[in-house]
């Protein structure tokens, strides 16, 4: 019988070897494993026939674990599904898997993964230990795969549902990141001119002996307070964004006040509430058309929209479900879902296909998303020049200002 094990499986520490040596032909060769220890690199390369001349651990940039990122756990699930799918065993796909990822975080991860289900543990309860790289549409998927024998096609599903969310946040993060970099360049040329070039002007000013233009005495002014304060001004800004992020992960009434907030912002807020749409409806479709029961699908949506005011209607919609309303009359009644939105998932109810048409919801809202974004970036750029102009062109005539009155006096 076998033994159960008594203590808790170490975790796996990757790190990078880099190694040189000489081929089967005595052609000098190098290259860098990914191991544990030094003795497993040797025996991989003796596996080889490959004679080791050095062996050396990687330290400084670049040689760290790696940061996990959706992206890798997409990877990861579609790599899955095709081992799978193969007749692949669950243990000897983990092996697989864990040898072809470059980044040793996720290597690490993966041969985690393989010790608990060596250890007993299902596929799905060793994806619930590790709720900080798999959320729980992830391990819900793949338990319903475990339960229908589709494993397969549901880490096939979860590869594509999170390729569609990431997708999304990029254009999201697109509509919020363009508009914010090139105005920080203009406010920071602008704040480079007033510190180091205009005081060039001021000493030649100084020699005129005439009174300088309105405009011009408004400009050295703004220089004199901005070669004082800037440093001061910048920390207040580093300080700004501190204390708004600390009191959003502190307080969750102030966090819904900013996302509310942000719903409202011209534009911008728009894309934001078509991208919580669309998060909610994706979510929704791809748990309830794997066969979870729709109230714990909701409540797997809530914590999947992006946004507390979008996360404070699903859970109103969830407890409405749950108490026999339907889907559409639940989000109908929240008021916060367009009623486009609302229409369509009450033909899927009454038409038996609420997945499907939960997918074509997040299909329209994804596009909306898209084009408003290509509209915010066609209408942004001429609003961007002008405000460019205004800075760092009124910053150069009210300078050049005295030197024309001067040569008009001359001539």
Known sequence: MAMKPTRKQEKVKLYRWRWTGKGPNGRKIAGEIVATRRNEVESLLANQNIVVKS??????????????????IMLFARQMATMIRAGVPVLQAFQVVAESLKKPAMSALVQELMNEVAA???????????????DRLFANMVEAGEQSGSLDNMLERVATYK???????????????????????????????????VPQFESLFQGFGAELPAPTRMTLALSEFAQQYWWWGLLGI????????????RSETFRYRMHKLSLRIPVIGDILDKSSVARYSRTLA????????????????????GNMVYEHAIAQVREDVA?????????????????????????GEEAGSLDAMLNRVADYYEEEVDNKVDTLTSLLEPFIIVILGVLVGGLVVSMYLPIFELGSVIG
């Open 55 to 72: 062996i050396r651990r990687k330290s400084g940039f670049g040689s760290g674990m790696g940061k996990i990122k959706p992206r890798d």
């Open 163 to 197: 390729e569609k969310i990431e997708s999304l946040k990029s254009r999201v993060k697109k509509a919020l990141w363009y508009p914010a970099a090139v105005i920080s360049v203009g406010f920071g040329v602008t704040a480079l001119l007033l510190v180091k070039v």
């Open 323 to 347: 108490t026999g309303q339907q889907l559409n009359f639940a989000m109908r009644m929240t008021e916060q879902f367009p009623p486009l939105a609302v229409q369509m998932v009450g033909i």
């Open 120 to 134: 007993g543990a299902s596929f799905s309860e060793a994806l619930k230990r590790h709720p900080q790289h798999f």
């Open 286 to 305: 791809t748990t309830f058309g794997a066969g979870v029961p729709l109230v714990e699908a909701l409540d797997t949506a809530e914590g999947a929209a």
């Open 238 to 249: 580093v300080a700004a964004i501190f204390l708004l992020r600390h009191a959003m992960r």
